[in-house]
């Protein structure tokens, strides 16, 4: 069963940096579109960053020079390092797949999410 | 970027009834578009995929419609465990776009 888990979350103090992983399993993160999106408490979704099975990495403007998203093949996961961390960081961040079917895009799978609290 | 607007922000409905929620992005984007339910504490999960096509498993009383910049999700005889919040998302470009979301809410 194809499945993805989210860990690293907690209270951080602004300024602050967080590292969340995500763990797959059934599948192999390499070469797969894997991304993460967040959602503050009360509020919509927002897309954070993406890797692509390339390589490739694309992040929103609102984490673009804080944010670094990559792959551990060795552990098959995904990584998500957060710095100089904001309030308006604070969300629950998910981990999510994309797959292509037909030609269109969309996100098949996505983690139960972390928490992340940033407060002094 | 983008811009991905949900309408209206929530509704109010009963059992069995028929609802449409619509969404309309800031350009054209094709059949770009993924429809998503979220009930409260829990991930959002797809329905709708390319703007018609029904995730596997996903009850055919939802539907989709809907090409350029309008797309619509309708649920048709709405049940119980369809009251949640439903997301629409471009799929067109990155970054990849969400409404701010529709709350169908028991009337």
């Known amino acids: 069963e194809e499945q993805l888990v989210e860990s690293g979350g907690g209270l951080i103090q602004p300024g602050g940096s967080l590292r969340l992983s995500c763990a797959a399993s059934g599948f192999d993160v390499t070469n797969t579109y894997m991304g993460w999106v967040r959602q503050a408490p009360g509020k919509g979704l927002e897309w954070v960053s993406v890797i692509y099975g390339g390589g490739r990495t694309y992040y929103a403007d609102s984490v673009t020079g804080r944010s670094t998203i990559s792959r551990d093949s060795s552990k098959n996961t995904l990584d998500l390092q957060m710095n100089d961390l904001r309030p308006e960081d604070a969300a629950v961040y998910y981990c999510?797949?994309?797959?292509?079917?037909?030609?269109?895009?969309?996100?098949?799978?996505w983690g139960q999410g972390t928490l992340v609290i940033v407060s002094s | 970027d983008i811009q991905m607007t949900q309408s209206p922000s929530s509704l109010s409905a009963s059992v069995g009834d028929r609802v449409t929620l619509t969404c309309r992005a800031s350009q054209s984007i094709n059949n770009f578009v993924n429809w998503y339910q979220q009930k409260p504490g829990k991930a959002p999960h797809v329905l709708i995929y390319g703007a018609s096509t029904l995730q596997s498993g996903v009850p055919l009383r939802f539907s989709g419609s809907g090409s350029g910049t309008d797309f619509t999700l309708t649920i048709s005889n709405l049940q119980p465990e369809d009251f949640a919040t439903y997301f629409c998302?471009?799929?067109?470009?990155?970054?990849?776009?969400f409404g701010q979301g529709t709350k169908v809410e028991v009337k």
């Open positions: 999510v797949r994309r797959i292509i079917v037909a030609d269109t895009y969309h996100f098949d799978h």
């Open positions: 998302q471009q799929s067109y470009m990155t970054p990849r776009t």
